[in-house]
């Protein structure tokens, strides 16, 4: 085994990877057990235009990993399980979503025609360009997984939906490492001690977030002030936001109910101070009021990395709910806030060993059981849940409530070119701290998303 390191020279990481990253969410690692790849060229298309033709493949041949630092000692424990397999690391920071690194050097590899790696950890933005040729003429860089390399009974034991980040033109082109399913949070010895019940609807969430402002002032069930919040409370609303109805057009119709009733609903918990426009994770909110959060409606890695880490709850305090639901609806749909992907190569000379890897490393018990966040493997969450530290800490068994959350993840948010970040933290969160509710913002988010957009190639539509 060889490593190297080099550094991402792209522009800042997206700002809400950045603050999971920053807290230790450093998206978990992947399990479970290897599938073995036999691919066979000329294999025929599902679903798409053209069949995925693979390069000459050389069978033991030297594969190159690009991972980020988190992943490193998976990738590393792969190579120590598996001493047969010829491996050369690089570490590099694959993970940040908002990066262009890897697509600038995927450009100059196709440009040069030599140099991809075998394997790369990225985002899912990173899925929406090397789904697809970088120019006229080139092979797109993510192989698909579905033809012939993964079995389709692997790619099924993935949470309902969490693969669809992946999928483009009727292929699957990566295996998703770990998700973070939006649940309710809740400080359980303080629910208890003031007779509350944890909210399982909307209107349950309003009425006791009044309740707990005028019985409790200074008490918090939510913020809506960090750079991910949208995807906690919008995505969960089933909000088009970011709704791709064709591959190069985008729903962005933030006059739709579903967008309107969850602004209504936090301009009146906004107005009565129980949900705060301060971030959770800003400066000064964990030691100035995170004693004061009630709960939080946010990721599946809020328990370890927010209130543990971040605010100090001591042990069996805090507990976590189902989604909750909308009236007239009988199951919840909720967000997700995080989340890294795995790629195979369209160019690898060694497609087994690549797909193996890939594979062991998101589907492994052994790999994902003490992976830092949660896995999208289904099997391998449940080793993950029975993983002492991944339990002990909380005041109830989140196992109900994260299994249910995790295919419960709405896929009408769709995966873009670009972060779903930017416009939330450069328009409204800036008019929320200046007093406007987010009623009043809704046309003017709407315009950045469109602009955004726009400038990404899509074709914008509010229908």
């Known amino acids: 085994m060889t490593s190297s390191r080099f550094s991402r020279t792209g522009p800042g990481a997206r700002t809400v990877r950045a603050l999971a990253a920053g807290a230790a969410l450093t998206a978990a690692t992947l399990l479970a057990g290897c599938a073995s790849a036999d691919p066979s060229a000329g294999s025929a298309a599902k679903g798409g235009t053209t ?4 390069v000459a493949q050389k069978a033991g041949s030297q594969i190159t990993v690009w991972t ?46 030599e140099g991809w ?43 309902k939906g969490s693969l669809a980040p992946c999928q483009f033109n009727g292929h699957t082109y990566c295996l998703r490492n770990d998700i973070a399913q939006v ?90 101070k129980a949900v705060t426009t301060q971030g959770f994770f800003s400066q000064g909110f964990a030691k100035n009021s995170g004693s004061k959060v009630l709960m939080a409606y946010g990721p599946s890695w809020y328990g370890q990395y927010l209130f543990k880490t971040a605010f100090h709850t001591p042990a069996r305090q805090i507990a976590a709910a189902a989604p ?3 009236p007239g609806e009988t199951t919840a749909s909720t967000g997700n806030v995080g989340g890294g992907v795995w790629m195979v190569s369209s160019h690898s000379t060694n497609l087994k060993a690549s797909t193996d890897l890939v594979t062991w490393l998101t589907t492994s018990d052994e790999n994902q059981a003490k992976a830092p966040t949660y896995p999208a493997y289904a099997p391998a969450a449940k080793a ?68 955004q957009a726009k400038a990404n190639g899509y074709r914008v539509t509010d229908r």
């Open 324 to 326: 909750l639901t909308w």
């Open 384 to 451: 993950w849940l029975a993983t002492p530290a991944n339990s002990s800490y909380f005041a109830e068994d989140v196992s109900g409530p994260f299994q249910q959350a995790a295919d419960e993840v709405w896929t009408g948010w769709s995966n873009t070119r670009f972060s779903d970040a930017t416009s939330w933290s450069s328009v409204v969160l800036p008019a929320l701290t200046g007093g406007k509710t987010l009623t009043a913002t809704l046309p003017a988010w709407q315009k950045a998303i469109g602009d």
């Open 51 to 54: 069949a995925f033709e693979p």
């Open 117 to 159: 790696p075998d394997v790369v950890f990225g985002s899912p933005t990173d899925v929406t360009w090397a789904s697809a040729p970088t120019k006229p003429g080139a092979t797109p860089f993510a192989a698909p997984l579905d033809d012939k390399l993964v079995p389709e009974n692997t790619l099924g034991g993935f949470a």
């Open 183 to 272: 649940v309710l949070w809740y400080n359980k010895p303080l629910m208890d001690k003031w007779g509350y019940q944890p909210p399982t609807t909307w209107a349950e969430y309003e009425a006791l977030g009044l309740k707990v402002a005028k019985e409790h002032p200074g008490y918090l069930v939510g913020s809506v002030g960090d750079t991910n919040s949208h995807e906690s409370y919008f995505w969960s609303g089933q909000c088009p936001a970011f709704s791709l109805t064709e591959p190069d057009t985008l729903r962005v119709d933030l006059k739709d109910p579903k967008c309107t009733r969850m602004a209504t609903l936090l301009d009146k918990l906004i107005s009565a």
């Open 68 to 113: 980020d630092s988190t992943r490193l000692p998976s990738v590393q424990a792969y190579q120590k399980s598996h001493p047969d397999v010829k491996m050369k690391i690089v570490t590099y920071d694959g993970g940040a979503d908002g990066s262009t690194y890897l697509q600038s050097k995927v450009q100059l590899f196709d440009r040069t025609g």
